[in-house]
C-alpha cells in the first residue's frame, strides 16, 4: 500500500484545491475572533477560534472529491489496472484524507499561536493557565485539536461511503453536509420524539458529531447528547469504523 499511498500524497499535494481552499481557516478565525470578543480569550484560543466547523467543510469539499472525481473521470480504471488491489487503493485514500485532516488542526494550532501573541483579536493569554479539564490552556488546545480529529475521522469515513455510494460529486457535497451540520439538531429532535428508549437512541450516529463541542461544553450538551464525552469518544470510534468498513464493502462491489 505504499505505492499506492504515495500516489494519492502526490496527487493532493500538486492540487490546488486543497491548499487555495486553507485560507478560509485564518479568514473564519479572525471573524469568530472579532464577533466573540475579548472576555472569551481562552476560549478562544483551546477552540482554535471554533476552527472544527470550517475544517469539516473544507474536509467535506476536498474528501468528496477523492473518490467521485476519479469515477466521473474514469480515472479509478487506470489506477486500479496498475494497483490491483482494491483495499490498498481504497485505504490510500482514506489515510492521505486523515493525514490532510491533522495537517489543518496543526495549522489551525499555529495560527491561534501567533492570534495569541497579537493583541488585535483578543486579550494574550498564558499558555500555562489552568483552564478546562484542570488542564494548562496549551494542553487544553491540543486536546481539543486530537479530538476533534477523532471527531472528523467520523466525517471521512462518512464521505469516503458517500463517494462510494454516489458518483456525483456535487451530490457527496450536499449529502455529507446536510448530515454533518444538521446532526445535531436530527440526534436531538429523535430523543425528544421519543421514538424508542432514550438510552438506545442517543447511540445514534448523528449524536456523535456532538463530541468535539461536548468536550469544551459540557453542561450544556451534556443534556442534549445524554452520553459521557468517553461514550461519545466510543461511538464516534465505532461508527468510524463501521462506515469505513461499509464504504470498502461498496467500493469493492462497485463496477467500474
Not at 485564518?26 to 470578543?37: D, E, R, S, T
Not at 468528496?64 to 466521473?72: D, K
Request: with cysteine; aromatic share 10%; net charge positive.
Amino acid at each position: 500500500m505504499k505505492v499506492e499511498l504515495r500516489q494519492e500524497l502526490f496527487k493532493l499535494n500538486h492540487r490546488k484545491l486543497p491548499w487555495v481552499i486553507m485560507i478560509l481557516m485564518p479568514i473564519y478565525m479572525v471573524v469568530i475572533g472579532l464577533a466573540m470578543g475579548r472576555i472569551y480569550s481562552k476560549l478562544l484560543i483551546m477552540c482554535c477560534y471554533d476552527v472544527s466547523t470550517v475544517i469539516m467543510l473544507i474536509l467535506i469539499i476536498v474528501g468528496s472529491t477523492i473518490f467521485s472525481m476519479e469515477f466521473q473521470n474514469g480515472t479509478i480504471i487506470n489506477l486500479m489496472y496498475h494497483s490491483g488491489s482494491r483495499l490498498a487503493v481504497f485505504f490510500a485514500k482514506f489515510l492521505t484524507l486523515l493525514l490532510y485532516d491533522v495537517i489543518l488542526h496543526v495549522v489551525a494550532m499555529i495560527i491561534t499561536a501567533l492570534l495569541n501573541v497579537a493583541p488585535l483579536l483578543n486579550n494574550p493569554v498564558s499558555w500555562t493557565a489552568i483552564y478546562q479539564h484542570h488542564q494548562p490552556l496549551i494542553m487544553n488546545m491540543i486536546m481539543h485539536s486530537g479530538v476533534d480529529i477523532v471527531s472528523s475521522s467520523l466525517i471521512i469515513s462518512l464521505i469516503c461511503l458517500m463517494s462510494c455510494l454516489i458518483n456525483s460529486n456535487a451530490v457527496v457535497i450536499a449529502v455529507t453536509a446536510l448530515f454533518v451540520f444538521m446532526s445535531s439538531g436530527l440526534s436531538n429532535n429523535l430523543l425528544m420524539a421519543h421514538v424508542g428508549p432514550s438510552k438506545i437512541i442517543r447511540w445514534n450516529p448523528f449524536n456523535m458529531i456532538n463530541l468535539t463541542d461536548q468536550y469544551h461544553n459540557y453542561a450544556t450538551y451534556h443534556l442534549t447528547t445524554m452520553l459521557s464525552n468517553n461514550q461519545l469518544l466510543v461511538g464516534t470510534l465505532c461508527y468510524t469504523v463501521l462506515f469505513t468498513a461499509v464504504a470498502y464493502l461498496v467500493f469493492r462491489r462497485k463496477h467500474f
